[in-house]
């Protein structure tokens, strides 16, 4: 039996979803056992055909992908249209999709592929707004003691990026997020505490085109996108890629330092929806606390993992 750990990558391709794909692909320690898509950073029509363009580019092949929710539990669909651009990932070319997506529905896959998995074998990483994985605990509330863990790129802890205090993917369907923190499992939040620091500096932008392969000139042309649409729009002068930090943390939990602490996701304040609140107060952590907080990240191991993946996939 192999010893790769297996992972269902849940995205919303987006720039920095395309690069958790890459990641996870390209990584020898990890198993990609299949692809969920999310409406998010775009509709779910569009982020499903990037996933499906992503793989052709990246070689992905022989990996289950479903298209799941249209929209969150209870609000409207937000795209993220300032950071990912009209088609949640402009800036590059997509080749045709050579896999047929799945025919069931990507909450039945993430369920299907869990229940069918040893017990403790697979780790859920959501990239993108919770719907799929509330959806799927709601629909068969078994997955909760089956998986591994849940190690998600959301929110933050002292950190906001689509409010002063509230990160897209949690805002985006707070109610979501709020089941998938309560569910009783272990959730890892990689959030922007951490997600902050992995910024595509030009000296790594500068390794990456070292590479000189297709997929590296691919990734490039999202980097330099995602550069001009963070620096246009949220002031930053390199782009924090968020989403392979959390399939870092699973490749290698040193990477992503964290603190056990209760978290809980504000579902009605007016200016603080979608805010994550982890309870930091000593004393406060319950024994069996099943929820961790990002806290550090080792950025240069960080972009050492995507750089090697990046070259791998040839
Ligand atoms: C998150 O929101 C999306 O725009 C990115 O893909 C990432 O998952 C960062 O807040
Ligand atoms: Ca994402």
């Known amino acids: 039996m192999s010893n790769k750990k297996k992972i269902i990558l849940d995205c ?8 958790a794909l890459i990641l996870a692909h390209g990584n020898p320690t990890i198993d990609l056992v299949a692809i969920t898509t999310i409406g998010g950073n775009a509709f779910l029509g569009k982020v499903t055909k990037n996933a499906l363009g992503i793989m052709a580019k990246a070689g992905i092949k022989d990996v289950p992908i479903a298209a799941g929710c249209t929209r969150p539990l209870l609000r409207e669909v937000e795209e993220a249209g300032d950071v990912h651009g009209e088609t949640g990932l402009d800036g590059v070319d997509l080749p045709e999709p050579e896999v047929e997506l ?16 040893e017990p403790g074998s697979i780790t859920l990483v959501p990239t993108g707004p919770l719907t799929n994985i509330a959806m799927a605990v709601r629909k068969e509330p078994a997955i909760a003691e089956r998986v591994k863990e849940v190690v998600l790129m959301g929110g933050g802890i002292h950190e906001g990026n689509w409010s002063a205090v509230a990160e897209f993917n949690i805002k985006t369907d707070p109610e979501a997020a709020q089941i998938v ?19 595509a500096t030009e000296e790594i932008s500068a390794r990456i085109q070292n590479i000189g392969t297709p997929l590296s000139e691919f990734v490039l042309g999202l980097l330099s996108f995602f550069r001009k649409a963070y620096k246009d729009n949220q ?3 390199h ?37 994550t609140v982890v309870d930091l107060r000593p004393g406060c952590t319950p024994e069996n606390c099943h929820t961790q907080a990002a ?10 993992l995507v750089i090697d993946a990046i070259q791998r996939a040839g």
């Open 12 to 19: 919303d391709p987006g720039h920095d979803d395309a690069v």
């Open 102 to 117: 799945d025919l069931r529905h990507g909450v039945d896959l993430i369920i299907d592929t869990i229940m069918g998995s």
């Open 181 to 199: 923190f309560d569910a009783p499992w272990e959730v890892t939040m990689v959030g922007l505490d951490v997600t902050h620091q992995a910024l």
């Open 235 to 237: 002031g930053f002068d």
């Open 239 to 275: 782009p924090p890629v968020h989403d392979p930090v959390a399939v870092a943390r699973v490749i290698d939990p040193s990477i992503v330092g964290t603190v056990r602490a209760p978290i809980s996701v504000e579902c009605q304040g007016s200016s603080t929806l979608g805010m």
């Open 295 to 304: 806290q550090t990240l080792d950025t240069e191991r960080f972009w050492d």
